[in-house]
């Protein structure tokens, strides 16, 4: 059965389209990827299929009897929502049945009257009779694996890693045979993004993903999707299997390329010295060269590497000695999701009150040394970014001293990198930090060249 229909899909980026003339369907059970370089439409076009955006050109039909539910690349939510409200806030009258049902169940552990008897009695028939016993439990179980316990927690007292797992709880709780999933793994650690891959590959829902994690590409999909030159291209199969293609096709339009070079080579001898084109086959003999000449050439994925000239570090880099923080786990610091976030909870503990659950960090210590790559790993809000915070010096320990060596200077990607002046163009923000790159290899690169190399050309960085 065909839940999704694309048909001529277009739509206009600042300056060019992004896509233009995309089609393609997808059926029930089709495990099915978009893949593209940063900047080539893909969220726009998953956010167009989930009618968030309007297309300039082109059709969406999704099967009424199938529903669609959307993960977003940045969850939106209400900050004083609790994950309850978050969670159930589907147009699903099952889920809505559900939610009263478990609302009931908590308001009688309270006391029980003759209406609230009565609406327990409504609700449980409601259950039996939709049949929604055994959803109820697929619910409850989604939650569980997802660490998902207290309900009753504010969305906005949460870590990043936790409101990616509230929306993606939301969106696999919902009664629907179409999923749309944009980034799905970011910010999960590494044992929901298991439990997620093995919960996709053998669901009978249908997904359609933007992902840059090949090694779930591999596991999850059956079908790939390249988002390139504006146009869509599938290649059944996974992840590995599309990579050999294309490893095929680009042996076959470079030797193609190397042919029509060689042809060129002759015609353009026979362009310099002027014929006449008064003849038929003169005429298409010149419009024939022309096409050859104004067709759109093979280009090969344009990779980099670079190394910047950094300080020359001293004898000491970084020590931390006995950090201790007092902040319960799978909280936010303030900032850190939202400007609007509650944090309440967080600022009564880290004035100085008892925690209401173990330290996150409790005397640590730590001395860094030249060199050294380091990854931290854990669940998540356990207190990954809440270390970096403290280690860059955007939030104080409540205990322990970090002593910083004099030529050390952080440069600190953040989870939810906030921007403090929204005016500024993608040059000048850049231009803040340094007009002139300084590469390792003894090279200089501009702004401008620098943010070429990211994929950030033309226009687009005075925007």
Same mark, same amino acid.
């Given at each position: ?144 694996? $997802?660490?998902? *316990?207290?309900? @009753?927690?504010?969305? +906005?007292?949460? /870590?990043?890693?936790?409101? !990616? #797992?509230?929306?993606? %709880? ?56 390249? $988002?390139?030159? *504006?146009?869509? @291209?599938?290649?059944? +199969?996974?992840? /590995?299997?599309?990579?050999? !293609? #294309?490893?095929?096709? %680009? ?213």
């Amino acid at each position: 059965m065909n839940l999704l229909s694309v048909s001529n899909l277009s739509k206009i980026g600042r300056e060019k389209p992004l896509f233009t003339g995309v089609t393609f369907g997808l059926d029930e059970g089709h495990k099915a990827a978009l893949i593209g370089r940063n900047g080539t439409g893909k969220s726009t076009l998953l956010n167009t299929i989930a009618q968030v955006l309007q297309p300039d050109e082109g059709t969406v039909v999704i099967n009424k009897s199938a529903g669609v539910s959307y993960l977003r690349q940045n969850p939106s939510f209400n900050a004083s929502d609790t994950i309850r409200d978050h969670i159930f806030s589907s147009d699903s009258p099952k889920l809505h049945t559900i939610r009263d049902y478990e609302e009931t169940c908590a308001e009688m552990e309270s006391g029980i009257n003759d209406s609230l008897q009565k609406k327990y009695d409504a609700l449980t028939l409601k259950m039996e009779q939709g049949n929604l016993w055994n959803y109820e439990s697929q619910v409850k179980s989604i939650l569980s694996v $997802l660490g998902i *316990n207290d309900l @009753k927690r504010r969305m +906005g007292e949460l /870590s990043g890693g936790m409101v !990616k #797992k509230v929306a993606l %709880a939301q969106v696999l709780v919902e009664d629907t045979k179409l999923l749309l999933l944009d980034e799905p793994t970011n910010h999960l650690d590494i044992t929901t993004i298991y439990w997620l891959q093995n919960y996709l590959a053998q669901t009978q829902r249908s997904v359609l993903m933007v992902t840059h994690d090949r090694y779930f590409l591999d596991a999850v999909c059956n079908h790939i999707y390249e $988002l390139d030159r *504006n146009r869509i @291209k599938l290649y059944v +199969g996974n992840y /590995s299997a599309y990579l050999e !293609k #294309k490893t095929t096709e %680009a042996e076959i339009e470079a030797n193609a390329e190397r042919r029509i070079e060689s042809v060129l080579r002759v015609e353009r001898d026979w362009l310099m010295r002027g014929p006449c084109a008064r003849g038929t086959k003169a005429k298409a003999r010149i419009q024939h060269d022309m096409a050859l000449i104004n067709r759109e050439k093979f280009q090969t994925d344009k990779g980099f590497t670079f190394e910047v000239q950094g300080r020359r570090l001293g004898g000491k880099i970084l020590e931390l000695h006995n950090i201790t923080k007092n902040f319960p786990k799978g909280f936010a610091m303030k900032g850190e999701v939202s400007p609007s976030a509650s944090t309440a909870s967080a600022a009564t503990l880290s004035a100085g009150a008892a925690p209401a659950t173990p330290p996150v960090i409790s005397n640590f210590s730590y001395t860094f040394n030249k060199g050294e790559k380091i990854g931290v790993f854990g669940d998540n809000g356990s207190g990954k970014s809440t270390l970096l915070n403290i280690i860059t010096g955007e939030i104080q320990p409540d205990s322990g001293t970090i002593v910083k060596g004099e030529n050390t200077v952080f440069a600190y990607y953040k989870q939810n990198p906030v921007f403090k002046n929204l005016d500024l163009t993608v040059l000048e923000y850049v231009k803040e930090a340094a007009e002139v790159m300084h590469m390792n290899d003894g090279t200089t690169l501009s702004a401008s060249q620098f943010l070429e190399q990211f994929g950030f050309e033309g226009k687009i960085q005075h925007s």
